[in-house]
Every structure is written in structure tokens, then in C-alpha cells.
């Protein structure tokens, strides 16, 4: 397959990508969108997009990745089942590329009930995995969910999320594997605390032969605050911080735990940076962009 992306060619060439990620304004202030462009760009291969993260209305992923794209920068378009029927997800995915988006990460979504508007109705007409899918069908047959053939098939590199951490155990290689069945060609997993669990997930994944199959790019978060880390270990569904970085960051001065966080993130992409089956790192510095320079240069990632 020829690369489909910048993001592509890079996994094809056998070197370590590094994406970021780019959540959208609650509102129409394309400024929020460019400021967060001028620190991630140099320093990642793409960006993520997110699609409504935590079921809180924001600008369209769609709009804001469109915003990259004229920046010259390349977005991973985030799209999830939860607010759209399989009509509306085939034009949008049709739309994005004729925008020049040419990433695509396919998502369930957060449930409504934990977002800004508890009593929307939600959709999921198709799952993710069936969303991997449709958009692999659209690009490799060149047609729709209907049969009809397509005037310029999207070309799409196709993303999905996986977490290592999430119950039951045994049931996480198993569903990547169904993602890569449904035609997955890169995985971002969740933010890696527990590097032990992590450790493990990758040697069935390597054991499996699924590593063969699809690029993974292992998840990082810098922990701003031990308060940070004990409310995504206690309220974020399916993460896991281990209780020795909460004592961590708990045993540093307020003023210093911020550059704890960026140090316990630096020790963890090293550790990635050797685990065969690992192809690269997606650096989720949530509305804290500006530590991504810091972290990819201490890194050796640029």
C-alpha cells in the first residue's frame, strides 16, 4: 500500500511517530485552534482531533482538523459512533478527505450522560469496530454501505483506541485483534501508567502476531498535579496510576510536581522507545500543549 499520509509514511519507514493531540474550542474561536498549532507544530508527526471529548459540545472535529490542514499541519481526525446514524458518518468521512484530512481515528464516544447534555439521545447505529470497517470498505472497494459506487473513494489511514488497562485482562488482546480483523492499520492506546500491565498486553500482542499487523503507538500523559493522577485513577473509567506515582507526585513540592509529571512522562517513552512491538508515542498533554516541545526534545524524538 502506498502511504496515505505523512503519519504513514513515517510507521512505513520503520521510524518512531509521534503524534499529539488538539482538542477543539467550546465555541467558534478559531484563535483557540491556531495557538495550539504554533506549539505542536514541528514537533509531532500529526494531531489528533478530538470528536465532542467527553460528550461536551465543541467545535466540529471536521472544522478544526480542516484548521490544521491550512496550517499545514497533519490532523488525526477523531470520529466517533455516538452522535451520528451510518448516513451522516459516510458523508462526514467523504467530507474530511475532500478537505484534505487523510487520518481518521474511530471511536465509540463517551456516553451523554457524563458530558454537558445528559438528556441528548444518543446514536450508535455502528460500533467502532463496524466503523473501522465502513471506512476500510469505502476506501478498498470504493463503495458504500449500500453498494453505490463512490466518485473518489476516501483514502484514509485508519486509527482506533486501545486500552490495556480496561476489565477483563484476558479480553484486551482479543479486541485488538478484532480491530485489526476489521481493517485497523494504527492503534493509540490509553495513557500508560502501569508500565508492568503495558509490558504485558504488548508481549500477547507481540505473541499473537498482532505487532506484524498494525502500528501502536503507546499513550503518555504528563501528570500536572498528584491531584491530577488520583482523580484519573479514581473518577477516569478504564485508567490505571499505579499508587507509587501517586506517592510520587504526592512527594514533591506543590510548585515541583508539574516537573515530576514531565519526568515520570520522559521515563515512560524511554521505556516504550525499547519495547519491541511499539511504533511510536501519542502525547496527550490535555490543554497543557506547551509541554510537548519539552517533551519531545528531552525525549530525542525530534
Known amino acids: 500500500m502506498k502511504a496515505l499520509s505523512h503519519l504513514h509514511e513515517k510507521l512505513a519507514q520503520g521510524k518512531f511517530a509521534v503524534t499529539g493531540e488538539c482538542g477543539p474550542p467550546r465555541g467558534a474561536n478559531k484563535k483557540v485552534i491556531d495557538n495550539k ?11 489528533n482531533v478530538t ?12 472544522a478544526a482538523s480542516a484548521h490544521l490542514v491550512a496550517a499545514g499541519l497533519e490532523p488525526v481526525m477523531q470520529m466517533v459512533v455516538r452522535d451520528r446514524n451510518r448516513i451522516a458518518i459516510q458523508s462526514d468521512i467523504m467530507g474530511a478527505y475532500s478537505l ?38 469505502m476506501r478498498d472497494t470504493g463503495k458504500d454501505m449500500s453498494g453505490f459506487d463512490l466518485d473518489g473513494p476516501p483514502q484514509m ?3 482506533a483506541a486501545a486500552n490495556p488497562f480496561a476489565d477483563p485482562f484476558e479480553y484486551r488482546v482479543i479486541r485488538l485483534a478484532k480491530k485489526i480483523d476489521a481493517g485497523v492499520d494504527f492503534i493509540q492506546t490509553q495513557c500508560i501508567y502501569n508500565l508492568a500491565r503495558f509490558k504485558e498486553w504488548i508481549r500477547q500482542a507481540n505473541e499473537e502476531g498482532l505487532t506484524q499487523k498494525v502500528y ?29 506515582i501517586i506517592k510520587r507526585m504526592d512527594g514533591v513540592d506543590k510548585n515541583k510536581q508539574a516537573d515530576e509529571g514531565i519526568k515520570i512522562c520522559l521515563e515512560t517513552i524511554q521505556e516504550l522507545k525499547e519495547l ?5 508515542v501519542h502525547i496527550m498533554a490535555i490543554e497543557w500543549e506547551d509541554a510537548v516541545a519539552e517533551i519531545v526534545e528531552k525525549a530525542g524524538l525530534k
Not at 276 to 280: L, S
Open 37 to 47: 498549532i504554533k506549539l505542536l507544530n514541528g514537533y509531532v508527526d500529526a494531531v
Open 51 to 62: 470528536d465532542n471529548q467527553t460528550a461536551i459540545v465543541r467545535m466540529s472535529s471536521i
Open 100 to 137: 484534505g484530512i487523510r487520518n481518521i481515528l474511530c471511536l465509540s464516544g463517551d456516553h451523554q450522560n457524563f458530558g454537558s447534555q445528559p438528556d441528548a439521545m444518543n446514536v450508535f447505529d455502528i460500533d467502532s469496530v463496524n466503523l473501522i470497517r465502513t471506512v476500510k470498505d
Open 157 to 159: 489511514f485508519i486509527g
Open 216 to 244: 501502536i503507538l503507546g499513550g503518555v500523559t504528563p501528570l500536572r498535579s498528584a491531584g491530577m493522577a488520583k482523580y484519573m485513577d479514581k473518577k477516569v473509567a478504564g485508567m490505571d496510576v499505579p499508587e507509587d
Open 276 to 280: 519491541n512491538g511499539v511504533h511510536g
